[in-house]
Structure formats: C-alpha cells, structure tokens
C-alpha cells in the first residue's frame, strides 16, 4: 500500500492532515491497521464509523484499502495511493464520482455537517469536489467502486 502525496487527488485532504500535525506524537501519513494498538476504538472516531468504512464499504472494493491515514481510519487505493474514503470523528467521508454528487446528496448525502459543539464543516471546503459526508447508503458502495475504478485508471505518473 502507498500514500501518494503528490496526487492531485490527495492534495487539499493531505493539507488538512499536515496541519493536524500538532499532535504529539504525530502519526505517520500512512500506517496498516495493524501498526495501531486498537484503531476501532482509540484512532479518534466512533467505532461504528471505523466499522462502516472499513468492515462494510471497504469490503465491497475488489482489494483490501484499509489503511490509517495521518491516524485516521480510512479507504486508500493500494495502487494509485489516493484517499476513496475516511473516518472523520463521528461521521465519514466518501469521494464520489463528480458527476455523481448532487444524486449522492439528493439521496441523503451531505456536504456539511454542524457538529454538537457548534462549528460546522464543509467536507467539498476541506477536501474538494467530489467529497460528501456519507449517509449509510447502500449506493455508497457504487459510489465507491466507481471511485476506485477512476483511480485506477488515472495513477499519477
């Protein structure tokens, strides 16, 4: 598995991360599941989100994807290195095909989420086009795999 931090796929995500890097210690920027003591429970999000995007969207992808991305559960394409889905406290983000993000918030998707303590995130401001928060959605496998499929067939060179 590998983290391309030069795709252009990658960029405003890994950027996020980076700034992140207060946290002592830091995480690495890629690490397997199994470099984590307990990443269900202690890699800053909601178990039943680690369970969703690693345990139910990232079995539906033809290859295992589960990786720790700056210690945040995520979905990375084991060849081309991009970032297809995340963890992210207790919601997750999913890259949909451009095309298909307004069906994707049409069916319940969002691209913002106000959070307990007041503040709001626009994951499509944080991350870019193409990023939604997931809404446990059968179609978001689909999503995922036309995603997956996209990255493939587009690995930076």
């Known amino acids: 598995m590998k983290l391309d931090t030069a795709h252009p ?3 405003l995500l890994l950027e996020h991360f980076r700034r992140r890097e207060d946290r002592l210690p830091a995480p690495p920027p890629l690490a397997a599941p199994n470099e984590h003591s307990d990443p ?7 178990p039943d ?8 969207l990232g079995a539906s992808l033809p290859k295992d994807c589960r990786a720790l991305v700056y210690g945040t559960p995520a979905l990375v394409h084991p060849a081309a290195g991009v970032v297809i889905a995340l963890a992210y ?19 319940g998707c969002h691209l913002e989420q106000r959070w307990s303590g007041g ?25 995922l795999s036309e995603t997956y499929t996209y990255s493939e067939q587009n690995i930076a060179p």
């Open 9 to 11: 796929m990658n960029r």
């Open 40 to 46: 269900y429970m202690g890699a800053g999000s909601h």
């Open 49 to 56: 989100i680690v369970e969703r995007v690693w345990d139910v």
């Open 89 to 107: 406290g207790t919601q997750y983000a999913i890259r949909v095909p451009d095309a298909c993000v307004d069906e994707a918030v049409r069916a």
């Open 119 to 143: 503040g709001t995130t626009n994951i499509e401001q944080v991350f870019g086009r193409g990023w939604v928060f997931g809404s446990w959605l059968d179609a978001e496998k689909q999503w």
